[in-house]
């Protein structure tokens, strides 16, 4: 049912079809006040992987690495996701407010609607940014990178022989190239991986790295911080002001407009 209706939104015949469906029921005075199916799924599955971002994100530290590793995964599938949710947002009409909606809050809706956006696309792109700015592997700047990372071994265990001594730290050690889903090898942006392709490079590349991961990091308390006005703004509506709020995205019987 869903992949059809994902199948669906390739075909420029089904945009017409629906557009013109609603503009017939809008004419005829009685619009259904909901998203389109396609925007509601595409709503929930980007929410649900976000929200799986968010938490293995703030909390990378404390979750298991073989769950941190989808964190990659569900981001890039976020901007894949966005990317269709934007273009549908643009060729369909949402459904109209309610008329005794006060402007302020219209305004303050739209702004929030499109600061989602904008993280929407920011957060998983400076991600992807911030993995691809590192030294490629195998290049004379990924062993230059490995060689001063690596820490020193202590004094007694430089003696001892080759086969005796201790194994290098994982830290020192490259890992393998990023997966999308474990399927398929993640291309990784050039430019910004070729920036420490030789040792010069590294340690402006490592600047880099740096600036992109606070960008990253702040970028996810700003979600969170929109996601938590977002929330609250639906709940408002649907509690306080006693509209069919949550129905517009799909849960619950939605309402007529007229
Ligand atoms: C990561 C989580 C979420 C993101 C990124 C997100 C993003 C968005 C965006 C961008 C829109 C604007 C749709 C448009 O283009 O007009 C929207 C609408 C909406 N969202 Fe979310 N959302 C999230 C979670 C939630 C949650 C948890 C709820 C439930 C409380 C919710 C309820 C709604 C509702 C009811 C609308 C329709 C707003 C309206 O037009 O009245 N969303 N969401
Ligand atoms: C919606 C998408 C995403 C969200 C909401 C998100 C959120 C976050 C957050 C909040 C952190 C913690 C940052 C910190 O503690 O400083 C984080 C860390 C990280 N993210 Fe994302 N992220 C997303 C997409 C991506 C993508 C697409 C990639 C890679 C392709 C990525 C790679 C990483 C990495 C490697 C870290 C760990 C950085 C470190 O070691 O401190 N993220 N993410």
Redesign the pocket.
Known sequence: MTVRILLAMLRPQHWRDENMAGRAIWEAGAPLSR?SQVAIIL?WA??LL??FNLFTGLLHDSVPRAVFAFHVSSGITVLILSVVRIFW?LTHR??P?PSDMPNWERGL?HLV?FC??AS?LLLPLSGWAMISANPPAGSPGAAYADSIKAPKPPAAAAALPDANKPAAPPSAKRRGPPMFWNLVKLPLIKPLQDIGRTPEGVAAQKEKHEQIETFHGLGGYVMLAL?FL??VG??K?QFIDRQR??A??GIGRPGRVG
């Open positions: 998203y709503h980007i929410a976000i929200l947002r949402p459904p407010y809706a609607h989602l956006y929407m996601l977002h929330i639906a709940l509506h709020e949550f517009r995205m």
